[in-house]
């Protein structure tokens, strides 16, 4: 049983967007692994490099996608998808200077990071994008400003 798994309740579009999600939750359960299997620094590395630019391509083509529609929270989104790489970036460089230790943390948090970024602010974009009843209920916020 990987340590993480995509469900249809994470379900985005149907296509694209969602396998990609797929795509980021075999690079952390990768991850994941190598830290378990106590595999040397550079295995554990290569991981959470390859999770980087899965990431990177992943989060450039959302946003793509949420420009193209004008979405109005699209600069909260962004934020939120670098502060993900940062976070990956902070994690490499602590696990070359020595804390191994702290691998399984990582991958719990890179994992609950992810599932909670999918099913709020991946599904609010969702339910805009399919339409005006969904971009009121996506917007019903102190924070909204609609279009
Ligand atoms: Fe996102
Ligand atoms: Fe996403």
Known sequence: MPFMQWTEMLAIDGGHVDEQHRGLFEAINTFHEAVAQGHETDAVAR????????????????????AEFAYPRLDQ???????????????????L?????????????????????????????ASFLRGSSGRLQAYDGPTAKPG
Not at 47 to 66: I, P, T, V
Not at 109 to 125: P, Q, R
């Open 47 to 66: 991981a959470l490099d390859f999770l980087k630019s899965y990431g990177e391509q992943h989060f450039s083509d959302e946003e793509r996608l949420l």
């Open 77 to 95: 989104h962004r934020r939120q998808h670098q502060q993900f790489l940062e976070q990956v970036a902070a994690f490499r460089t602590q696990l």
């Open 97 to 125: 200077e020595g804390g191994s230790g702290l691998g399984h943390s990582m991958s719990q948090f890179l994992g609950s990071w992810l599932v909670n970024h999918i099913m709020v602010a991946d599904k609010a974009y």
